[in-house]
């Protein structure tokens, strides 16, 4: 059989299915996605699914800021059940890079993400039952949490079908053209 497209995903996990959902959102063309196994066989299946904004880098924190909305909203903008569980996150980090980690904040509020800086006796005082006794400094991002990872990689499988993509499983990708 011979197939055209003019997007092809290789990969089935997170990442794919959320592009060819973007994609075909987007009114890309003919998108095809090709998973040599199931969806969400390797690292998605197996993610703690975090999500968080909190990245040393500003380019992934901005991605992550910028995808939020979709998690926290899921029902209203993918049509399925909620996928996001609201926990907060905090991050530790030893005395040695507390400083750094107030830089990072920093940084974090200045793309707009909703995180502080605590010493080590606020964060207790959030979390009475941790032991801080060797930690320099925490950020605390309330509004994070986790996904269900699977229910995440179907949630966008499924609406990346209903706007035409096609989601091909069990086709490994031999060779691109």
Request: glycine share 12%; hydrophobic share 45%.
């Amino acid at each position: 059989m011979t197939e055209t497209a003019d997007v092809v995903i290789v990969g089935g996990g997170v990442n794919g299915a959320s592009i060819a959902y973007a994609l075909a959102a987007r009114g890309v063309g003919r998108v095809v996605l090709c998973e040599q196994a199931a969806l969400a066989n390797g690292a998605s299946g197996r993610s703690s699914a975090l999500i968080r904004m909190h990245y040393t880098n500003e380019w992934d924190a901005r991605l992550a800021f910028a995808s939020f909305p979709v998690f926290r909203h899921w029902p209203e903008i993918m049509g399925g059940p909620a996928v996001f569980t609201h926990t907060g996150f905090v991050n530790v980090v030893a005395p040695a890079y507390a400083d750094a980690l107030g830089k990072n904040v920093e940084m974090l509020r200045g793309i707009g993400v909703n995180t502080t800086a605590l010493t080590a006796g606020e964060l207790h005082a959030l979390q009475p039952f941790a032991n801080v006794d060797d930690i320099g400094a925490a950020a605390w991002e309330p509004e994070s949490g986790y996904a269900d990872p699977a229910g995440t990689v179907e949630g966008f499988r499924r609406r990346a079908s209903e706007l035409g993509a096609r989601i091909l499983q069990w086709t490994p990708v031999r060779k691109i053209l």
